[in-house]
Nanobody, 119 residues
Framework: QVQLVESGGGFVQAGGSLTLSCAASRSIFRSNVMGWYRQTPGNQRDMVATVWDNGITTYADSVKGRFTISRDVAKNTLSLQMASLKPEDTAVYYC?????????????WGQGTQVTVSA
């Protein structure tokens, strides 16, 4: 089992910045990918950005050029730097870890952190 604990959400005006952080409870030795997803009421949880343990990143088109994902594999932490925030970025943001176990991917979620961007 792995616990993921997020922090850094909050309230910000449009155009502002926030940084989200996620800490995993233990080191991961198998190939894995960590990422941030977000969800608004009544909608599915969508990928925002992911980063593999080898550094390869993926971003949703809506955040490219504004958000930067990074991770410290040695410290088991994940960050999301969000800039030029827009009201449509308002959501609950979730940290995700997916471990490529030989029997199949095993996923973990954090509890979520609210990000609210005012117009």
């Amino acid at each position: 089992q792995v616990q993921l604990v997020e922090s850094g959400g909050g309230f910000v005006q449009a155009g502002g910045s926030l940084t989200l952080s996620c800490a995993a409870s233990r080191s991961i030795f198998r190939s894995n990918v960590m990422g941030w997803y977000r969800q608004t009421p009544g909608n599915q949880r969508d990928m925002v950005a992911t980063v593999w343990d080898n550094g390869i990143t993926t971003y949703a088109d809506s955040v490219k050029g504004r958000f930067t994902i990074s991770r410290d594999v040695a410290k088991n932490t994940l960050s999301l730097q969000m800039a030029s925030l827009k009201p449509e970025d308002t959501a609950v943001y979730y940290c995700n870890l997916k471990i490529m176990d030989p029997t199949g991917p095993v996923g973990y979620w954090g509890q979520g952190t609210q990000v609210t961007v005012s117009a």
